[in-house]
T-cell receptor, first 114, second 113 residues
Framework: ETGVTQSPTHLIKTRGQQVTLRCSSQ?????VSWYQQALGQGPQFIFQ???????GRGNFPPRFSGLQFPNYSSELNVNALELDDSALYLC?????????????FGEGSRLTVL | AQSVTQLGSHVSVSEGALVLLRCNYS??????LFWYVQYPNQGLQLLLK??????LVKGINGFEAEFKKSETSFHLTKPSAHMSDAAEYFC???????????FGAGTILRVKS
């Protein structure tokens, strides 16, 4: 069973640039969620995708957008980067059946905005 | 709106001692509650979950938590700490199973030999 994988693991951008982060969900999982974890804080919910449709969104501006593909992998896009966007971005997938709703997290993509 | 408060950003225990990590939640609907653990430079791993079945929930690695509605608490315990338990622990609440988790700020557990 392949776990959740994220890429890139680390990246550095400058203010105003755009970034795309990628996530491959665990085999058999059809739901992907994205969380932002700033240094020293708990993760904050950005949004969730279920079968390619957004299925819930947290308190993040529209410059945070996402996609889910037919194979259930996902992208997080952030436009017009700000310094406060520096954080660990976590992707989590969940599936169906007995363990539906349990989130399996990847190791994250650490974004630094200069 | 839902929120989680974790009392104590850092907790230090001796190896073999009781571990108690505190979590209080606020929820306008019957909550789903979770504890996750995060090791350095890794993602989060689910320790245990409360989904309105038994109020005492057993998880992995010997951890358990008790849901107390009257106290709006979901404290995490382990009878005997091991060095490998040193990590950061997050309590989370959700109005919908597996969606929109609201996390606490985390508690870093240090285990002394």
């Amino acid at each position: 069973e392949t776990g959740v994988t994220q890429s890139p693991t680390h990246l550095i951008k400058t203010r105003g640039q755009q970034v795309t982060l990628r996530c491959s969900s665990q085999s058999g999982h059809n739901t992907v969620s994205w969380y932002q974890q700033a240094l020293g804080q708990g993760p904050q919910f950005i949004f969730q995708y279920y079968r390619e449709e957004e299925n819930g969104r947290g308190n993040f501006p529209p410059r945070f957008s996402g996609l889910q593909f037919p194979n259930y992998s996902s992208e997080l896009n952030v436009n017009a980067l700000e310094l406060d966007d520096s954080a660990l971005y976590l992707c989590a997938s969940s599936g169906v059946g007995e363990r539906a709703g349990e989130l399996f997290f990847g190791e994250g993509s650490r974004l630094t905005v200069l | 709106a839902q929120s989680v408060t974790q009392l104590g950003s850092h907790v230090s225990v001796s190896e073999g001692a009781l571990v108690l990590l505190r979590c209080n939640y606020s929820s306008s609907v019957p909550p789903y509650l979770f504890w996750y653990v995060q090791y350095p430079n890794q993602g989060l791993q689910l320790l245990l979950k409360y989904t309105s079945a038994a109020t005492l929930v057993k998880g992995i690695n010997g951890f358990e938590a008790e849901f107390k509605k009257s106290e709006t608490s979901f404290h995490l315990t382990k009878p005997s700490a091991h060095m490998s338990d040193a990590a950061e622990y997050f309590c989370a609440v959700s109005p919908q199973y597996g969606n929109k988790l609201v996390f606490g700020a985390g508690t870093i557990l240090r285990v002394k030999s």
